[in-house]
């Protein structure tokens, strides 16, 4: 059960929470003086999300604009490209730490994504596609925590859509094909032992899971995640810069011993999440897939 908001709690605090109010209220004022007083003259710099969204360096204002995060997708998909085409060509019989390090890759994907979700038979068909769309986010996310680039190129909408409905088509492929049209729909949207009154409710929400909900959660899900992680990068780091450099000498300083850190720990797990949203993605994609085989749905 909720607690009752109370405003005079504050005042029935012990000395800690009194400590921690202050604190907190002191380091919240001085951060949105800061980004107030020093807009504009290399102060606080506040995370917002026109960070997405960079001014062109070509073609601005079409549709081929090239910006930042264009040319950070570039450059991952480059540097994917060629750890793949140099563990190719320096391919041994008995591996070395890179060439092990790459199959691991290729082996995780294939074993705990494709054979364990679609089984050994199914997942031939589908390691590839899976294999491509893990790598190709691990890729693009783990470029928000690299210096000089520091932007997720899964941070817009663009590439996970794609790749959502790179997914969506697949199954809906797979399944009349094995099902036929008519049999595809019927198994989504009218599932056996369900009163047929139900079904006036039940239908609209298979379908729009089917055809907007799945896609859409792809890629919405990986977005959200990796602008959170972007603004709380920012957020620690241009803190940290604040606190210790251009309030170098005051007070705000001993603030910095706890923004640094945080900035430190929010890089590591960083680097967690930009995995577990590639492994989500690859992960829920075979499972749609795997709903779009199996006889009974």
Request: aromatic fraction near 12%; proline fraction near 5%.
């Amino acid at each position: 059960m909720a607690r009752p908001f109370r405003p005079y709690a504050v005042t029935r605090a012990g000395p800690n929470d009194h400590l921690g109010v202050l604190l907190s209220t002191y380091a919240t004022s001085a951060i949105l003086a800061a980004a107030e007083g020093h807009e504009g003259e290399g102060g606080f710099h506040t995370p917002s999300i026109a960070d997405f969204f960079p001014s062109g360096i070509l073609f601005e204002g079409t549709i081929f604009q090239i910006d930042r995060i264009w040319i950070i997708r570039i450059v991952a998909t480059l540097v994917l490209l060629s750890v793949f085409v140099i563990a190719a060509r320096r391919a041994k019989v008995v591996p070395g730490r890179f060439q092990a390090g790459v199959e691991y890759l290729l082996d995780f994907v294939r074993v705990q994504i494709g054979e364990e979700i679609l089984g050994k038979e199914n997942a031939r068909r589908f390691v590839p596609m899976l294999t491509t769309i893990f790598l190709t986010i691990l890729a693009f996310n783990v470029t928000s925590v690299i210096p000089g680039l520091n932007l997720a190129g899964t941070s817009r909408i663009g590439v996970p859509l794609l790749l959502a409905l790179w997914v969506f088509v697949t199954y809906w492929a797979v399944g009349i094909r094995k099902h036929g049209l008519g049999g595809y729909l019927k198994a989504n949207l009218f599932p056996p032992g369900v009163p047929w009154p139900i079904y006036f409710i039940l239908t609209p929400i298979e379908l729009l899971q089917l055809v907007i909900i799945r896609p859409g959660s792809l890629a919405v899900r990986l977005v959200a995640n990796m602008v959170a992680g972007h603004i709380m990068l920012v957020l620690c780091f241009a803190a940290t810069q604040f606190f210790l450099i251009d309030s170098a000498g005051s007070g705000l300083m001993a603030f910095g011993v706890l923004t640094l850190p945080a900035g430190i720990f929010v890089t590591l797990f960083e680097l967690l999440v930009a995995f577990l949203q590639a492994y989500i993605f690859a992960l829920l994609a075979a499972v749609y897939i795997n709903m779009s085989l199996e006889e009974g749905h």
